[in-house]
Nanobody
């Protein structure tokens, strides 16, 4: 499975962005998909995950502001990010193949990352 993330950019605080992650391969619909992020000088951290059936979970820092979704017909997972804050600035990575409550090390497939910068 190959993952291609897109949709990052520069936005002012309070603004919105939608990230997309397109997957190749026929197994997408059975995969748990997730987003992680890595800010400069910090470790990569969990943001959100979606199960094959559409169940979702979020890091406390983004709960209520971010929404993860998937379109199995398009082999794509999305991350809608609203009310963005400067502390959301990071490279965002999509990942697949892990478990729903898995950590970073559980995920087998990774996209290349897309930069999100939130200015104050």
């Amino acid at each position: 499975v190959q993952l291609q993330a897109s949709g990052g950019g520069l936005v002012q605080a309070g603004g919105s962005l939608r990230l997309s992650c397109a997957a190749s391969g026929r197994t997408f619909s059975s995969l748990v998909m997730a987003w992680f992020r890595q800010a400069p000088g910090k470790e990569r951290e969990f943001v959100s995950a979606v199960s094959w059936s559409g169940g979702t979970r979020y890091a406390d820092s983004v709960k209520g502001r971010f929404t993860i979704s998937r379109d199995n017909a398009k082999n794509t997972v999305y991350l809608q990010m609203n009310s963005l804050k400067p502390e959301d600035t990071a490279v965002y990575y999509c990942a697949g193949g892990g478990s729903y409550y898995g950590t970073l090390a559980d995920f087998a497939y990774w996209g290349q990352g897309t930069q999100v910068t939130v200015s104050s």
